[in-house]
């Protein structure tokens, strides 16, 4: 039983990593776009 959930895991780690990529690369886009909006209003 724990083998089929480690192969089932190992599957879809690649997909579970990019997402998490995709979800921290869109995090960090949005936090330079919020300090440079910051910095341009000073």
């Given amino acids: 039983m724990f083998n089929l959930v480690k ?17 921290l690369e869109k995090n960090k886009k949005e936090k330079e776009e919020k300090n440079e909006k910051i910095d341009k209003e000073d």
């Fill in 7 to 23: 192969d089932d895991f190992d599957e879809n780690s690649d997909d579970i990593l990019n997402s998490i990529n995709k979800m």
